[in-house]
Structure formats: structure tokens, C-alpha cells
């Protein structure tokens, strides 16, 4: 992909449309134009999204840049209501890039569906028969669907979990391990679990209830990481290696405090569920699985590590479920989720993980370091004062008047905003 020219978030001249005008550019694809400018969802095909539509809510569709992922350049898509997001992360890798970007990798989309299993009279019995005719069980997985195996996913395994004492009795819970391939997963897993609950019966004779995925996708992990020597961090009056022991003392504070850790790795996710939900993903599920995996040892911790190396740079990095993919659902529907999918150019569900993983690095980075440095509420209400000018009645040219007059006073609330704004409003 072309690097954008920098510069992109200054452009004045009809801001956002210019902004845009310079993306679509890039793709020589006026469809994109429209596709992401906003409206692009029909009510007539919101309808058939989802049940009961009266009609439709928009957020913000902005633009990370600078990212570099395994030597590959890419525009990202946020959709978020939140300031500071969309800039921060694209200033941290902006500062990435001047010590080789992110490397990022993950596993193969392998998800788990989920068959419980009850009035098990002889578990070992039950155990074994599901052991002997685990092809057997695999192949009538597979029977659900031949396209998924015939480009290389399907039912690979099982997984026997067994609960022998809860409050309804003892319970074997069989996994369905399935490769995914592009997609998310849920509607395919689902339905080879059903699929194959009667022959589970007769070979258990027990009765099976619940059939459904497990959005904790442990199986399928993305990671990464980043290096950035010291000088890179310089801030202030600071100097890099100072930077660099205020982000280390604030992520092991994360590592060891449950209390921090929930606001530590909200944060991460500041920067995962824009692209998530930009990319028409279900960043619930994503929001589900990387908490669950937070607490995978018994206690809630971070998602994320930063540590001074032998190098003396900051290293950083993350691991976590992703479960998302690029066919089926919104990701096929939706004209925005289409576009943004488009902008980015990745080719797989695995490479959109690892660029997702790789900016909720980003967005960490870029909290730890206001945190430890001057605190996240000074860049951040520079970047909240449009917000305070418009909650004010700032409209036009006033906006930017009122949002400088607020900077410069160092009193950016919404009663300075009123002060300062135009006798005329």
C-alpha cells in the first residue's frame, strides 16, 4: 500500500472530504467515496441485518495512519466516539515506524464449539466411546460443510472437559475444535454441533443441551510486539530512559492489580473495537474473549507486557483472542464494513488480526506514556475541546476560535467554552 502523505490529519479544505478524496485516491475507486462518507447502509438492507430497525445510529469513521505491520504499510479504520483515540494511536506508530514498525503473527483460526452433555450414568464408558469413534465424529462435523474443508478448515479434533460435582450433577463437556478459515466461525461451529448431538447421545447415553461456541478462542491467539530505543520516547523535559521506567512501573502495576489492569486493558481495546466494529466484526465477542483470557490463570491481569531490554529500548507486547474474519456477516453486508476492509488491503482474517493486535499495542503504549508522564488528562482534553465547543453552541468558523481560546487559557470546560464564545451564538 502507498504511504499517505503526511500531513493527513491537518488537511483544512473541507476537512473531512478531503480526507477522504485523498484515500479513495489511492484506490482509484469512487465507490469507496460514497461507501464511506456515511449512509451507505439502506434502511431497506439494515432491515435485513438485524430484527425490528426503526432506523439507524452513526459514530465517527476516522483514519489511523503510519502503521507498519511486518513491513507492510496500512490505513486503518476506527470507528469510535471516543477523542485522543484515532491520534494517539497513530502518533505511537508514527513512532514505531522509526524502529521497524510492529511484528505481529497468529495462530490458525481455530474456534471451539461446545456440546454439555448430562445424565452421564458412567463418564470412563462415555469417555471412551467418544475416544473410538472420534473420526467417526469429526467426519459427520465435516458433513455440514464441504466447502469449508475443501479450502483446507473444518473439524480438526476434540477436547473431553469433565465437571463431576455442580449444582445439576455431573457433566461432560465435548469441544468441537474447527478450522474457520476467513471466517468468524459461529454460524459453522454452531451448526456442526447440532449436527452431530445425536450420535453424542447414543454413544454417551446421556441427553445433550447446550450446542454453541465459546467465544474464549484460546486456540486462536495474535500477538505483538514492538522495540522503540529511548530517544524515540523523549517527552518534555524528560528524557527517554525516564519514559521508559514510568510505561515499565505502569505495566507491571497493570500486571499485579486487577483494579488497574480492567482501566489498562480497556484501554488496549480503545484501539481494538473501532476496527472490530469499522470492519463489521462482533466486537462483543472480541470484547468477551480478551477478558476471559485475561483472567485464564485464575486472576485478572494485562493483556499486555512492557519492559526494558538488554538494549536498553522499550519492548513491548500483547497476546490475546482474535476472532474475527472477513467473510460472512456485516462483513459482507454492510458497504462501510466492506470499504473499510478494502482500505486496510489485508488478505486474510489472520493478517486483520495481527494489524488489529498491533494497534491495540499502539493505543496501550500511548496511555502508559501519558500516564507516566504528564498525565491523561492534558493531551487528552486538547483533543475533547471540539467536543466541549460544540456542546457549547460553537457552530462554523467559531469551533476553532473557541477550541484555541480554551488551549491557550488552559481552562477547557464547558463554561470557558460559553466565554469565549462569539457574542453572535
Known amino acids: 500500500m502507498k504511504k499517505i502523505k503526511s500531513g493527513f490529519s491537518n488537511l483544512k479544505n473541507a476537512v473531512p472530504n478531503a480526507r477522504l478524496q485523498r484515500i479513495t485516491n489511492q484506490f482509484s475507486d469512487e465507490s469507496m467515496t460514497a461507501n464511506l462518507r456515511g449512509d451507505a447502509l439502506s434502511l431497506e438492507l439494515a432491515d435485513g441485518m438485524i430484527e425490528n430497525v426503526i432506523g439507524k445510529f452513526e459514530l465517527p469513521l476516522g483514519v489511523a495512519t503510519h502503521f507498519q505491520v511486518n513491513g507492510k504499510e496500512y ?49 470412563d464408558q462415555a469417555r471412551t466411546a467418544i475416544n473410538r469413534h472420534k473420526r467417526e465424529i469429526i467426519e459427520l462435523a465435516n458433513e455440514k460443510d ?3 474443508v475443501a479450502l483446507g478448515g473444518g473439524c480438526q479434533d476434540l477436547e473431553i472437559h469433565e465437571f463431576s460435582d455442580t449444582h445439576v450433577g455431573s457433566m461432560m463437556i465435548l469441544h468441537l475444535l474447527v478450522d474457520v478459515r476467513d471466517a468468524m466461525g459461529a454460524n459453522t461451529v454452531n451448526t456442526m454441533a447440532e449436527h452431530i448431538s445425536p450420535l453424542i447421545e447414543k454413544l454417551t447415553s446421556g441427553y445433550v443441551k447446550l450446542r454453541i461456541l465459546s467465544n474464549l478462542a484460546d486456540r486462536r491467539l495474535a500477538r505483538a510486539s514492538v522495540e522503540i530505543e529511548s530517544s524515540v520516547l523523549e517527552k518534555d523535559d524528560l528524557a527517554g530512559d525516564e519514559v521508559i521506567k514510568g510505561i515499565e512501573e505502569a505495566s507491571v502495576f497493570a500486571e499485579v492489580d486487577p483494579y488497574r489492569a480492567a482501566t489498562h486493558n480497556k484501554g488496549i481495546m480503545n484501539g481494538i473495537d473501532p476496527i472490530v466494529v469499522a470492519t463489521g466484526n462482533d466486537w462483543r465477542a472480541v470484547e468477551a474473549g480478551a477478558h476471559a483470557y485475561a483472567a485464564k490463570d485464575g486472576r485478572y491481569t494485562s493483556l499486555t507486557t512492557w519492559r526494558r531490554n538488554a538494549n536498553g529500548n522499550l519492548h513491548g507486547q500483547i497476546c490475546m483472542p482474535m476472532a474475527i474474519g472477513l467473510v460472512g456477516g456485516a462483513t459482507k453486508t454492510h458497504p462501510a464494513a466492506k470499504a473499510a476492509i478494502k482500505m486496510m488491503g489485508v488478505d486474510s482474517a489472520t493478517e486483520l488480526a495481527q494489524v488489529i493486535v498491533s494497534v491495540g499495542l499502539a493505543q496501550n503504549l500511548a496511555a502508559l506514556r501519558a500516564l507516566s508522564t504528564e498525565g491523561i488528562q492534558r493531551g487528552h482534553m486538547k483533543l475533547h475541546a471540539k467536543n466541549i465547543a460544540l456542546q457549547a453552541g460553537a457552530t462554523g468558523d467559531d469551533v476553532d476560535i473557541v477550541v484555541r481560546n480554551m488551549i491557550d487559557n488552559g481552562d477547557i470546560t464547558i463554561d470557558a467554552a460559553r466565554r469565549f464564545l462569539s457574542p453572535k451564538n
Open 146 to 148: 464441504r466447502t469449508l
Open 75 to 123: 490505513l486503518v479504520p476506527m470507528c469510535v466516539e471516543e477523542p485522543s483515540v484515532v491520534a494517539a494511536a497513530s502518533y505511537m506508530a508514527k513512532l514505531a515506524r522509526k524502529c521497524g514498525g510492529f511484528i505481529a503473527n497468529a495462530d490458525a483460526p481455530i474456534m471451539r464449539g461446545q456440546i454439555q452433555i448430562l445424565g452421564i450414568d458412567d463418564m
